[in-house]
């Protein structure tokens, strides 16, 4: 298991404000106060993303292999680099807000070396991508029952990841082209080259990881290699010693009847158990049956393991796939969103809360402090995010009596000489809200 606090917040975000407004460290006048804020926040963070999803499906058009609209003109080379780069750009940042983790190439190379819990060997080649990132959040352990010899079962602990995100974008169809000449496997692809394909899962052990990658080929381990060739190679050495001399009568008779006759009279060998054929025959396909029928049944076993194995996929792909290709950048954004205004809303009530100043520093330990006492969870908070949000949040306040020419915007929270930070009330922070909304349309005429 994963010794890496998470950052993750795994409570609703109403509930987090209920629980703030519980605690009861409010002022009676301020708890409607605080829940227009948290109202009028998510709603202004709901549009932020909007704009951000509106963006990358806008640009994920061109690469999305399930798409059923039609551009008007294809983007040149250049132009398709571009859309590429805006795609990967907000994915990216869109998972980094929604807390989810970046699990490296040397993670994903080492899930698919170890031995999956389906004992077949995997193989997944690399070189077909042209980008791939996999995303993870939650890697937690547990215990399963495995069959071992086919009726002993075996407890094993696996480590488990509950969320799982994977961008794959393949090669372009000229590479694939070129690869067809040459393996035969690269004929009949069940993927489109140059597309980018997105997959959300959920609960994926790490030892089959492989399972969510579309160009997967299985074959035969070391074991099932050996198990395939020994027992049929020890049951045939004595067979054929016993058939040896019945081989030797098959090759003189097939030298009588090419009329080797020189050949023939070098051989010890009665020739008329020659003329007799039908029990050389009858030892030949004896042999013939009992090699054919180890081989049989060492290869159906290994066929009912890729069933097994391709039953397996398929269950994954059915039961625990969360969403694909566009859909994804949708939950995913629903998820960043919450996340977000989760962290904003936990960071603005303690700051309004504490009867003391508080640095960065200290606000992450009392916010973490906070989630263990009250939810009993163990978080990595991230306090520099939604600190820099709530700093970039600047308007006016401007009151019945003022003249909102003559006053300048001012940020919803500050710091002083000595890093503690400062926020403004309730209610000032309702206005600078009010102003940033009023202002986040700027249309001539209206």
Not at 127 to 154: A, E, H, P, S
Not at 293 to 302: D, E, P, S, V
Not at 400 to 425: A, H, M, R, T
Request: net charge neutral.
């Amino acid at each position: 298991m994963s010794n890496i606090r998470e950052s993750y917040i795994p409570f609703r975000r109403t509930d987090i404000v209920n629980l703030c407004l519980e605690e009861g460290k409010l002022k009676a006048k301020d708890v409607q106060l605080f829940k227009e804020f948290c109202d009028i926040l998510t709603a202004f963070f709901h549009f932020r993303f909007h704009n951000t999803l509106e963006s990358i499906k806008d640009n994920y058009t061109v690469f999305n292999p399930n798409s059923d609209v039609k551009t008007l003109q294809e983007p040149s080379l250049q132009e398709y680099e571009k859309m590429e780069a805006k795609v990967l750009k907000g994915f990216k940042y869109v998972l980094k807000r929604a807390n989810y983790i970046q699990l490296s190439d040397d993670i994903i190379q080492k899930s698919l070396e170890e031995k999956s819990l389906i004992n077949l060997q995997t193989d997944v080649n690399f070189d077909d991508f042209d980008k791939l990132y996999c995303f993870y959040r939650g890697d937690i352990n547990q215990q399963i029952t495995v069959k071992k010899f086919g009726f002993f079962k075996q407890k094993r602990i696996i480590d488990i990841l509950e969320r799982v995100v994977l961008l794959i974008k393949f090669k372009g169809k000229g590479y694939f082209e070129a690869k067809s000449q040459k393996n035969k496997q690269y004929q009949d692809l069940n993927f489109i080259p140059g597309k980018m394909y997105l997959y959300f899962y959920k609960n994926i052990p790490k030892l089959d990881l492989d399972l969510l990658f579309p160009n997967i080929q299985t074959s035969m381990t070391w074991k099932d290699k050996l198990l395939f060739g020994v027992p049929a190679i020890g049951a045939s050495i004595p067979l054929i010693l016993r058939a040896i001399p019945n081989i030797l009568l098959i090759v003189v008779a097939i030298l009588l009847l090419v009329r080797a006759d020189s050949v023939v009279q070098s051989i010890e060998v009665d020739k008329e158990k020659v003329r007799d054929l039908m029990p050389i025959l009858v030892a030949t396909l004896s042999l013939s049956m009992t090699l054919g029928g180890f081989a049989l049944k060492q290869y159906t076993k290994y066929k009912s393991k890729e069933i097994k194995f391709q039953k397996e996929v398929s269950d994954t792909l059915f039961f625990k796939n969360l969403a694909n290709n566009s859909s994804v950048f949708q939950a995913l954004v629903d998820i960043a969103e919450e996340e977000e205004c989760k962290e904003i809303i936990l960071v603005y009530y303690h700051i309004l809360t504490s009867e003391q100043k508080l640095t960065p520093e200290l606000l992450d330990q009392k916010i973490e402090q906070w989630m263990r006492e009250k939810l009993g969870v163990d978080i990595d908070f991230d306090i520099h995010g939604p600190l820099n949000n709530l700093a970039k949040l600047r308007g006016k306040i401007v009151y019945e009596d003022n003249n909102e020419n003559d006053i300048k915007e001012v940020p919803l929270l500050s710091y002083d000489q000595q890093g503690n930070i400062n926020i403004l009330s309730l209610e000032e922070s309702k206005m600078i809200l009010d102003y940033v909304w009023d202002n986040a349309f700027q249309y001539n005429g209206c």
